[in-house]
């Protein structure tokens, strides 16, 4: 593991020269707050976290507004939040904001930034920028610039510190919007893998299966000259995390495991800022009521390896022997199958991996899933013009018009555990 540790590093500080990673890097706070001016808007729920941040803010003689910090959002990054978030920054002469917590907090308060410098541009609505490249162009077109985020990631999970995209939740219908922008790339990321050990079994789940999520769907839809960096930080993150999932599942102050998921999500961020994600990433989107967003997309890419199979044979010999090498799949020879037979044993693979961690291997094994209600609601989503891309990005890109034919049958197949329900593209 420490060799594959030493080569997540390197990639992670070539890719992010500003990027602070590592154990006990908190207390660089204050150095790098003080790079962007005197006065900055802390944005958390940890309190503790807090209280430790101020004193190496005010080491570095970077002022704090307000005598507490301004609380973070809830779970999945619902819009009300943002908007509340939004309203704090506006009110502050600030030079920089600092967010504490993970990806659905840093989500938020990215898109919070995009709301507070562009509040009376376009409609005022965070609706506005759900797509790729809207805050650029509104940005480009009001002359106006985000102020610098500096985020704190607090949770092995999504890779929001390091990422252009932000996550944002209506609650009144169940459903995740995607805003895509280079321009809401946090301005400088840290992350210290030790304030992941106080983090919940069930999260640390959520977290490895993102790291596999994020990098099997880039290296699914990889192409040309990308293809060998998209296998690459497969191969390390999907190896970390099997390797050390189950150690910090069953105890969560094991260090060595815990920096190993905390750099295997990262190359998950690193992942997803190359190439997109698509049918997981899409799915996970409707089910954010019932099931955490990493493991969510865990529970359906292995489904989705069965509908890409045609067109994703070279990547499915390299992803079905990372996982024997793990254990998983041990009486295949992945390299001498091919074509349908090839998917469902990788596919068998990683619901096997599921298994071992305690995840769910169908959508039916979620207490609150309802087939009648998600299915509905992805098969809706998956037709928005707003997530689009989550189509296109697919190895074979799927059109709204090919949604019941191909989707329809992969959900109840992912529902029933059935991969012969399953129609491949």
């Not at 959002?73 to 908007?83: G, L, T």
């Not at 169908?362 to 207490?367: A, Q, V």
């Amino acid at each position: 593991m420490n060799e594959y540790k030493a080569k997540a590093y390197e990639l992670l500080h070539s890719a992010f020269p500003d990027y602070t990673v590592g154990l006990d890097v908190l207390k660089e706070v204050g150095k790098v707050a003080a790079k962007f001016g005197s006065k900055t808007l802390v944005v958390t729920n940890n309190t503790s976290l807090f209280e430790r941040c101020v004193g190496y803010l005010k080491d570095a003689n970077v002022e704090i507004s307000g005598d507490s910090p301004c609380p973070g959002a809830r779970p999945n990054a619902p819009k009300e939040d943002v908007y509340r978030i939004a309203s704090s920054i506006q009110a502050a002469n600030l030079d920089s904001v600092i967010a504490i917590g993970g990806g659905s907090l840093i989500d938020a308060v990215k898109a919070s930034c995009v709301l507070s410098s562009l509040n009376d541009v376009d409609s005022g609505e965070i609706d506005s920028y759900f797509g790729t490249g809207l805050v650029s162009a509104a940005l480009e077109r009001s002359g106006r610039k985000l102020l610098p985020l500096i985020a704190i990631q607090t949770s092995a999970s999504s890779g929001s510190h390091l990422t252009k995209y932000s996550n944002i939740t209506d609650i009144a219908t169940g459903q995740k919007k995607l805003i895509v922008d280079e321009k809401i790339v946090p301005s400088a990321p840290l992350f210290d893998y030790t304030l992941t050990t106080s983090m919940p079994p069930h999260v640390t789940v959520d977290g490895a299966l993102d790291s596999i999520s994020h990098t099997v769907e880039v290296f699914w839809g990889a192409k040309g000259d990308k293809y060998p960096l998209a296998e690459k930080l497969f191969v390390l993150a999907a190896s970390l995390t099997t390797a050390a999932a189950k150690r910090a599942i069953e105890n969560g102050n094991d260090i060595e495991a815990r920096e190993a998921i905390g750099l295997s999500t990262d190359l998950g961020g690193y992942a997803i800022m190359i190439g997109g994600t698509s049918g997981g990433h899409l799915t996970s989107f409707s089910l954010v009521d019932c099931i955490g967003h990493g493991s969510a997309c865990g529970v359906m890419n292995p489904y989705y390896a069965v509908l890409y199979g045609r067109a994703i044979q070279r990547q499915l010999h390299t992803v079905g022997n990372v996982f024997k090498k793990a254990g998983f799949g041990k009486d295949v020879d992945f390299d001498k199958i091919e074509g349908r037979e090839l998917s469902e044993a990788v596919a068998k693979a990683m619901l096997s991996f599921n298994a071992s961690i305690g995840a769910p291997t169908r959508l039916c094994d979620i207490p609150s899933f309802s087939e009648e209600v998600h299915i509905e609601r992805a098969i809706k989503a998956a037709k928005d013009p707003a997530l689009k891309m989550k189509l296109q990005n697919m190895p074979v890109p799927m059109e709204s018009k090919d949604v019941d034919e191909y989707m329809l049958p992969l959900l109840k197949a992912a529902a029933s555990g059935d991969l012969s329900l399953i129609k491949e593209m």
